[in-house]
């Protein structure tokens, strides 16, 4: 079946630092792909997608490139802010079926001033 | 503001005592979605409906029923709760197939806990 991989958690970084968390995935199709953020206390938002091949979405200076080819979808961000400490879910969601978004384990993110 | 609401956003009950989360969308999805969040395994979903009145089976289904009478509402019933049903859930929504991407909205969550 379709899953997603993304490293464990949880990820500690000093303010302004670099921030990669990988994520890889397994698709009996071409899924879209997505990042999701959960702040403390909060629900899922969007954070971005990529619906195709080589697609980069980004938005609050978090990028992530569409890898058919590593089928790999990994967050990065130049630098880091406290703000930015929340968990992480990558999903990918195939646009045919039931259309539910399969989801990692989460990554943790834990940003220190 | 276009949004996704449940209520109750706490709920502690005990074993087999019906509840019901409730989940209403304010954006005209014609899809909606129930999930459960759990540690270490991400989100699982539980039930979808593509429209009123059709509603269908996703992951983790056993326990829980839904109904989709209205278009904005979509109902999650616990007839008989266990506390294996302890977690935290999220209704979301989404416009139907030939939209771009399928992006799902989410609620703010329901942490649930049955005692």
């Known amino acids: 079946g379709d899953s997603v991989t993304q490293m464990e958690g949880p990820v500690t970084l000093s303010e302004e630092a670099f921030l990669t968390i990988n994520c890889t995935y397994t698709a009996t199709g071409y899924p879209s792909l997505f990042w999701y953020v959960q702040y403390p206390g909060e629900g899922l938002q969007l954070l971005l997608k990529a619906t195709k091949a080589d697609d980069k979405g980004s938005n609050k200076g978090f990028e992530a490139t569409y890898r058919k080819e590593t089928t790999s979808f990994h967050l990065e961000k130049g630098s880091v802010q406290v703000s930015d400490s929340a968990v992480y879910f990558c999903a990918l969601i195939l646009l045919t079926g039931r259309r539910a978004l399969t989801f990692g384990s989460g990554t943790r993110l834990q940003v220190q001033p | 503001e276009a949004q996704v609401t449940q209520n109750p956003r706490y709920l502690i009950t005990v074993t087999g005592k019906k509840l019901t989360v409730t989940c209403s969308q304010n954006m005209n999805h014609e899809y909606m979605s129930w999930y459960r969040q759990d540690p270490g395994l991400g989100l699982r979903q539980i039930y979808y409906?593509?429209?009123?009145?059709?509603?269908d089976k996703g992951d983790v289904p056993e326990g829980y029923k839904v109904s989709r009478k209205e278009k904005r509402n979509f109902p999650l019933i616990l007839e008989s709760p266990s506390p294996n049903q302890t977690s935290l859930y999220f209704c979301?929504?989404?416009?139907?197939?030939?939209?771009?991407?399928?992006?799902?909205?989410f609620g703010p969550g329901t942490r649930l806990t049955v005692t």
């Open positions: 409906s593509m429209n009123v009145e059709v509603t």
């Open positions: 979301a929504s989404s416009f139907p197939s030939g939209r771009s991407s399928y992006e799902q909205y």
